[in-house]
């Protein structure tokens, strides 16, 4: 009997409802249902069900988190993606929610982050984070999946 198949959460903060259409130079052509997409597909090739949120509101993120740790802990969830926009770089309460729930998450950017504009440079969740995956577009989220797949 195969076991049943652990989750991805895959979370995206603020203005990701936007992508296709906001600095399609800097962020792609691809929808968030693209995305979705995409990762529902690498979900597939690996075995995993996939969770696949958004929302432009910390404290809703932070929560979402927290839920993510309770299902990791209890066996149900194999990790999680999380592009979380501008609040990378901002964001002390999301650092703490993710050392607080203990969760094993990578750290996605579509852009090279690093190759952009100074305040972009520092990250409050890489510390936190397994790993960081930036600037290979929307394929980075496939990479990220398989990430989590092979650890
Ligand atoms: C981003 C990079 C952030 O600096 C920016 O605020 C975003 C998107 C990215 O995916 O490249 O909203 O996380």
Redesign the pocket.
């Known amino acids: 009997m195969t076991p049943h198949p652990k989750s991805v959460l895959v979370l995206n903060?603020?203005?990701?409802n936007l992508l296709g259409s906001r600095e399609p130079a800097?962020?792609g052509e691809q929808t968030l249902a693209g995305v979705e997409t995409i990762c529902r597909d690498a979900c597939l090739a690996h075995n995993f069900t996939l969770d696949f949120r958004q929302s432009n509101h910390e404290g809703l993120l932070i929560d979402w988190i927290h839920e993510a740790g309770a299902k990791q802990a209890a066996g149900a969830l194999a990790g999680v993606v999380f592009?979380?926009?501008?609040y990378?770089?901002t964001s002390i309460a999301l650092h703490d929610a993710i050392k607080g729930a203990a969760v094993h998450l990578i750290e996605?950017?579509?852009?090279n982050?690093h190759a952009?504009e100074p305040f972009?440079h520092h990250s409050w969740l890489s510390p936190v984070a397994q790993g960081v995956i930036?600037g290979f577009g929307v394929k980075g989220y496939a990479l990220a999946i398989t990430a989590i797949a092979t650890q």
């Not at 903060?13 to 990701?16: H, M, S, W």
């Not at 592009?83 to 501008?86: D, K, L, M, R």
């Open positions: 903060g603020p203005n990701l800097v962020y592009n979380a926009g501008a990378t770089h996605l950017h579509i852009s982050v952009r972009r930036a």
